[in-house]
């Protein structure tokens, strides 16, 4: 039986419950707390080698101390290990191989031990307190959350959340929003990060969730799911942009989210220090999207591109500055709500750019195909822009075109699969001109027009193409259109805004990543060449030692 330490069991048992109390945690963690503490006194005063155990009883408050050494034959370690005839006298019927209980001593805990069970105490408190701190708010991400402010370090807003803290860095506050100690504040959970100094609770009042989190709290069709808010932009402090959907057609989305004399817009509103809201019906038709996003902005036309994922709006003269906005901030939360690239143009140069490729295909076509300039812009008309489509396309569509038969159909056609095969030659000879390797033609995707843009680029070799990034390759920059909409654009969005090498010729993410992957696969061949060696070297000795 192991012997109580001497101590005060009353004292013991209401420092565990106060301490388990004040920081919400379980007792169990404090009591193995002071049990650790405990243990480190008594290794500290018989000595470190000892496996020394003790034991709380939270009924009692009975602290017990005790070591656990192993029967052995023959003792080598004196520390943890006993002979049958010691083990006889600490626990009748020891056998060889049984761990038994050696009682120790009463241990009265010196100024140093103390302060080392003190330490271990608070550490195994701190933890606890922390772990308990993740499990509460981990699956708490996209919530409100209500709190106080604790302090304000470097622009960043310290939150007390009650049961822990959350911090609202700079680029997540609503500009000019000025936030002081003891101010209270609301703020959506972001994300909850586990971490050594305790969980990173990261809020935001300048995220869309946060403007849409308020509306749901604000209008109960939203809450109930009759109306839902499919999608959101923001620039936080001055505009946002909400597209609405209603599932009850009774009921009108964009109203019920103003509310009586716009009461509950007004609300949202408040919260987000005056930021203006414009309210906007969603539709499942890009284009009449696009056109509601654009508001309070007139459009005549809209122009779609699924490929390159923009699209283009024809505005009135008069309109041009209100479908921008100050700044271009219309224009660039219409873009961030409908996610395409929107590029605004009057109706005047809408005209004179249309006019413009016009005339270029035409021109094109007249001299590829050999054709005189009204076929040439017959098939313009018709909404041929590329030989490859005269070339590929179904005869029968070029056929039906007025004035056009099934012999022109074959003859077109058959002058643009020419004309196609001398631009390759052409192309061929002047990559190989500038030095560009066969090795690049036969990588998937590869025409010889891109091995020309790639000689251009100084991108000569396997490895030089094995260098680059998908996006360094890919990536499209925006169009002239875009840049003049965002006016407020810097030297980081201009690095951004670079195209990819091979951009001209839209090549979709994964054709770009096959391109790369197929550039670097010499680089494993060359890794796995000197392994292939040395294990044919070491067949090789198996083998003449087998012989021998």
């Given at each position: 039986?192991?012997?109580?330490?001497?101590?005060n069991?009353?004292?013991?048992?209401?420092?565990?419950?106060?301490?388990?109390?004040?920081?919400?945690i379980?007792?169990?963690?404090?009591?193995?707390?002071?049990?650790?503490?405990?243990?480190?006194?008594?290794?500290?005063?018989?000595?470190?080698?000892?496996?020394?155990?003790?034991k709380?009883?939270?009924?009692?408050?009975?602290?017990?101390?005790?070591?656990?050494?192993?029967?052995?034959?023959?003792?080598?370690?004196?520390?943890?290990?006993?002979?049958?005839?010691?083990?006889?006298?600490?626990?009748?019927?020891?056998?060889?191989?049984?761990?038994?209980?050696?009682?120790?001593?009463?241990?009265?805990?010196?100024?140093?031990?103390?302060?080392?069970?003190k330490?271990?105490?608070?550490?195994?408190?701190?933890?606890?307190?922390?772990?308990?701190?993740?499990?509460?708010?981990?699956?708490?991400?996209?919530?409100?959350?209500?709190?106080?402010?604790?302090?304000?370090?470097?622009?960043?807003?310290?939150?007390?959340?009650?049961?822990?803290?959350?911090?609202?860095?700079?680029?997540?506050?609503?500009?000019?929003?000025?936030?002081?100690?003891?101010?209270?504040?609301?703020?959506?959970?972001?994300?909850?990060?586990r971490?050594?100094?305790?969980?990173?609770?990261?809020?935001?009042?300048?995220?869309?969730?946060?403007?849409?989190?308020?509306?749901?709290?604000?209008?109960?069709?939203?809450?109930?799911?009759?109306?839902?808010?499919?999608a959101?932009?923001?620039?936080?402090?001055?505009?946002?942009?909400?597209?609405?959907?209603?599932?009850?057609?009774?009921?009108?989305?964009?109203?019920?989210?103003?509310?009586?004399?716009?009461?509950?817009?007004?609300?949202?509103?408040?919260?987000?220090?005056?930021?203006?809201?414009?309210?906007?019906?969603?539709?499942?038709?890009?284009?009449?999207?696009?056109?509601?996003?654009?508001?309070?902005?007139?459009?005549?036309?809209?122009?779609?591109?699924?490929?390159?994922?923009?699209?283009?709006?024809?505005?009135?003269?008069?309109?041009?500055?209100?479908?921008?906005?100050?700044?271009?901030?219309?224009?660039?939360?219409?873009?961030?709500?409908?996610?395409?690239?929107?590029?605004?143009?009057?109706?005047?140069?809408?005209?004179?750019?249309?006019?413009?490729?016009?005339?270029?295909?035409?021109?094109?076509?007249?001299?590829?195909?050999?054709?005189?300039?009204?076929?040439?812009?017959?098939?313009?008309?018709?909404?041929?822009?590329?030989?490859?489509?005269?070339?590929?396309?179904?005869?029968?569509?070029?056929?039906?075109?007025?004035?056009?038969?099934?012999?022109?159909?074959?003859?077109?056609?058959?002058?643009?699969?020419?004309?196609?095969e001398?631009?390759?030659?052409?192309?061929?000879?002047e990559?190989?001109?500038?030095?560009?390797?066969?090795?690049?033609?036969?990588?998937?995707?590869?025409?010889?027009?891109?091995?020309?843009?790639?000689?251009?680029?100084?991108?000569?070799?396997?490895?030089?193409?094995?260098?680059?990034?998908?996006?360094?390759?890919?990536?499209?920059?925006?169009?002239?259109?875009?840049?003049?909409?965002?006016?407020?654009?810097?030297?980081?969005?201009?690095?951004?805004?670079?195209?990819g090498?091979?951009?001209?010729?839209?090549?979709?993410?994964?054709?770009?990543?096959?391109?790369?992957m197929?550039?670097?696969?010499?680089w494993?061949?060359?890794?796995?060449a000197?392994?292939?060696?040395?294990?044919?070297?070491?067949?090789?000795?198996?083998?003449?030692?087998?012989?021998?």
């Amino acid at each position: 039986m192991a012997t109580p330490i001497s101590a005060n069991k009353a004292e013991l048992l209401a420092i565990a419950n106060a301490v388990a109390t004040e920081k919400m945690i379980d007792k169990a963690i404090v009591v193995e707390a002071l049990e650790e503490a405990i243990q480190r006194a008594a290794r500290a005063r018989y000595g470190a080698e000892n496996d020394i155990r003790a034991k709380l009883d939270t009924q009692t408050g009975d602290l017990r101390l005790w070591r656990v050494v192993e029967v052995v034959e023959e003792v080598e370690d004196y520390f943890k290990q006993v002979d049958l005839k010691q083990a006889a006298k600490l626990e009748k019927g020891a056998k060889l191989g049984d761990f038994i209980v050696d009682p120790l001593p009463p241990v009265d805990l010196g100024r140093i031990d103390a302060q080392s069970a003190k330490q271990v105490i608070f550490q195994k408190v701190r933890d606890a307190e922390r772990e308990r701190q993740y499990e509460e708010f981990k699956d708490r991400a996209g919530e409100i959350i209500t709190g106080v402010v604790k302090s304000v370090e470097f622009g960043h807003v310290v939150v007390d959340l009650g049961r822990g803290e959350g911090v609202i860095r700079r680029d997540q506050q609503i500009p000019r929003e000025v936030l002081r100690t003891n101010d209270r504040v609301r703020a959506i959970i972001m994300k909850v990060q586990r971490e050594n100094r305790g969980p990173q609770i990261l809020l935001s009042r300048a995220h869309p969730d946060f403007m849409k989190k308020l509306f749901a709290q604000e209008v109960p069709e939203i809450y109930d799911g009759i109306i839902e808010i499919k999608a959101a932009a923001r620039d936080p402090g001055s505009r946002a942009k909400i597209g609405v959907l209603s599932y009850d057609s009774s009921i009108d989305p964009v109203g019920a989210c103003v509310g009586m004399k716009g009461s509950r817009v007004q609300a949202v509103v408040q919260e987000m220090q005056g930021e203006k809201i414009d309210i906007i019906p969603w539709s499942e038709d890009t284009a009449t999207f696009v056109v509601n996003a654009l508001q309070p902005a007139t459009v005549s036309r809209v122009v779609l591109d699924e490929e390159e994922s923009r699209i283009e709006v024809v505005v009135p003269d008069d309109q041009l500055s209100l479908a921008i906005g100050r700044r271009g901030q219309n224009v660039r939360l219409a873009s961030q709500l409908t996610g395409h690239g929107i590029d605004i143009m009057t109706e005047a140069e809408s005209s004179e750019k249309r006019q413009k490729e016009f005339v270029e295909r035409s021109e094109m076509f007249q001299e590829e195909l050999d054709v005189d300039e009204t076929l040439a812009q017959l098939l313009v008309a018709e909404g041929f822009s590329e030989l490859e489509e005269v070339a590929y396309v179904a005869r029968e569509e070029i056929a039906v075109i007025e004035g056009f038969d099934e012999e022109l159909a074959e003859e077109l056609q058959s002058r643009a699969l020419e004309a196609l095969e001398a631009r390759e030659e052409s192309a061929r000879k002047e990559r190989r001109e500038m030095g560009v390797e066969d090795a690049l033609a036969e990588l998937p995707h590869m025409t010889e027009a891109m091995l020309v843009a790639l000689g251009k680029a100084e991108i000569k070799t396997l490895d030089d193409l094995a260098d680059l990034a998908t996006d360094e390759l890919i990536q499209r920059g925006r169009t002239n259109e875009g840049r003049r909409n965002d006016r407020r654009n810097d030297r980081r969005n201009r690095v951004e805004d670079k195209p990819g090498v091979l951009a001209a010729f839209n090549l979709s993410e994964e054709q770009g990543n096959e391109i790369i992957m197929a550039a670097r696969a010499h680089w494993f061949e060359d890794e796995e060449a000197p392994a292939e060696a040395e294990e044919s070297k070491e067949e090789e000795a198996a083998h003449a030692d087998n012989s021998q």
